[in-house]
């Protein structure tokens, strides 16, 4: 089992940026693909990025691509998410997330089975 901790969230500008980390328990992070997904008030969760296991694959979504950079530090059992040039519209709770299962599914909540609590971003216009 891991635990999750998000950090890193805040209030910043449009155009601004923030890192994001997403602190994890255990020894065995490392075997664990992981993602970083968001909820908007009134919105489902939706796939922002995830990264492979093996850091050898990274996802993202349309929206985001270009402009955020998921990594992870396996030896510091951290992922982190830097955000560039950001927009109103990635106000949002931000969650990471660790799974197992295929790459198939990594783009999906449904690839993950653990979550942490989240990080509030607000980009004011």
């Known amino acids: 089992q891991v635990q999750l901790v998000e950090s890193g969230g805040g209030l910043v500008q449009a155009g601004g940026s923030l890192r994001l980390s997403c602190a994890a328990s255990?020894?065995?992070?490392?075997?664990?693909?992981m993602g970083w997904f968001r909820q908007a008030p009134g919105k489902e969760r939706e796939f922002v990025a995830a990264?492979?296991?093996?850091?050898?694959?990274?996802y993202y979504a349309d929206s985001v691509q270009g402009r955020f950079t998921i990594s992870r530090d396996n030896a510091e059992n951290t992922m982190y998410l830097k955000m560039n040039s950001l927009k109103p519209e990635d106000t949002a709770d931000y969650y990471c997330?660790?799974?197992?299962?295929?790459?198939?599914?990594?783009?999906?909540?449904?690839?993950?089975?653990?979550w942490g609590r989240g990080t509030r971003v607000t980009v004011s216009s």
């Open positions: 255990g020894r065995t992070f490392s075997t664990y693909n």
């Open positions: 990264i492979t296991n093996s850091n050898s694959r990274t």
């Open positions: 997330a660790a799974g197992t299962s295929s790459t198939y599914y990594m783009t999906t909540p449904r690839g993950y089975n653990y």
